[in-house]
């Protein structure tokens, strides 16, 4: 069989996407992988398929034993037989498996970093042979992260100690320059195939909502209401947020539940698999739920708090709609959000690992970051090419698929001559000072500052006196953000002329893209997110419900959740192929040879008696 064949035979799809060949094959060739890839993008597939091809035992480090669970039980769903070790096996149980382990019963083990250390296992580890070594959400090596886990330091001392070294993967979906090199140098892939596909997730549909404080709940209520019978993750920035958001659904007659660090093991675990298993259907939490997560038809997404960085929001919203169906992800912006992470910043304990200067330059980082989070909040430009050019991508200028396209929300300002007023002041005062002392000239303020430097005298003080300060940033941001003005960065960045600003200069329209109340200089409410996300192929939707239905009491019969079965998406192709035969069963994508024999029969029953 080759990867193709296995693709199909097990998880029945007909395709690699983007990225996964390569690393499948770099990694069948026995050359180290470091995979970047979007939440949701599909980088089990990079190291499974290699696991179901190479001989011996393919072993998976992952960081949460809770959800090796759910992995686990998805490949023996697909007929790949699969276990992992972590401390929620009794020692019986633990033992049977390591027993079977010896015997080669299995293609793949998931393990937590810290079992690699444990006598039982490296013993394990002598007998058969390990092709393949993946560590999943690699970037928890790194200290520059915001998951580092120690244990992960130790993955390469162990790799080390093994009779032949495996092939190493590591994958993740966030990593900074920083990270990636940490990733490297500390798993210590040998000149790995770096593997990056594009961040873009077309079927994420975002939307920004500037309310109020007091208009947060009312807002979350409506888009619940929107995506009525749907799974969805609220996230909250405080744990107290999330109990009184959980609770308040509650009392509006919402199937809630709930998550944070602050709760008992045994309730976060409850809570989790009602989430899961569909038994609750919003998921109200803190940023700790979530990494692992692999339930595939979680349809909306909504922040309720701005999170800290474009990175967390990406992986934190990228949870929606990872089977590829149309999804929604919306956050619910207002001001107090940005002090209220600047506070959570410069409270956090310092990484005792780190210098001073180090310490330092990691807050800097992370208020940085936090600014560029705010710049996503209050942009009027295409939301995701916001966050593709964050994660350093070309973007087109309009994806026609978040609220900031949506027409009526914005408008399109020609800012050409504040644009040169800017530029030409940034080039009179030297290209010396920061963006508040260069607008506070702009707008001639009195400032100490501009008093003591002297520059009342300038001959750009005072000529924008009438924009607004929120206008002015909008407009440094929109010219930094296309080189046409440049930041040195640091403690105390300096404003220079980017190569795009001569251009500019010489005169003519620039045309920014604002939020239509920006543009009105009012809050307003803006309608976009009121829609629903991008239409999905039309279905019959009585019959998508009976196969649900199916789906869901196989799963509970299997003691899975149901996505496990088959996702959302599958049902949703089903639906339309109409299968009759078991040959046209197969040709439904995400249905294997496995699960053809398994559930087959049962689902073509269905088919045949909703006949048209
Ligand atoms: P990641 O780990 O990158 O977040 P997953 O590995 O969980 O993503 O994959 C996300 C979803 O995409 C899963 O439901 C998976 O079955 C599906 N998927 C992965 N690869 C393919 C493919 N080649 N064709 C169709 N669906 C795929
Ligand atoms: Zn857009």
Redesign the pocket.
Known sequence: MDELAV?KQY?G?D???PG?REAVRALLSGRDVLCV?????????CYQVPALLLPGVTLVVSPLISLMKDQVAALNQAGVRAAYLNSSLTPRQFQLALENAAQGMYRLIYVAPERLETVDFQYLCQQVPVPLLAVDEAHCVSQWGQDFRPSYLRIRDFVEKLPRRPVLGA?T?TATPEVRADIEALLGLDVPLCVATGFDRPNLRFAVEHVSARDKFPALLRILKEQEGRSGIVYCLARRTVEEVCEALRAYGASATRYHAGLPDAERRQNQDDFLYDRARVMVATNAFGMGI?K?NVAFVVHYNMPKNLESYYQEAGRAG???SPALCTLLYSGQDIKRNAFLIDREGDNPLLSEEQARAVREGMHEGLRRMARYCTTGDCLRACILRYFGEQAMNACGNCSNCDEESTEDLDVGDEARALLACVRELGERFGRTLVLAVLRGRDSKRVREMNLAQARAFGVLRGCTQEHLMLLCDFLLERGILLSSGGTYPVLRLGPGAEEILRGGALYMRVRREAAEGRPRRTRDARRAPAAEAPVDEALLERLKELRNRLAATAGVPAYVVF?DATLRDMCAKRPRTQEEFLAV??VGAYKLRRYGAAFLRLLSEGGD
Not at 37 to 45: H, I, N, V
């Open positions: 693709l998880f799809y395709a690699f996407r996964q890839m979007p939440t949701g993008a599909g980088k089990s597939l994958f979906a692999y595939s990872r089977d590829g996702s994508s995400g």
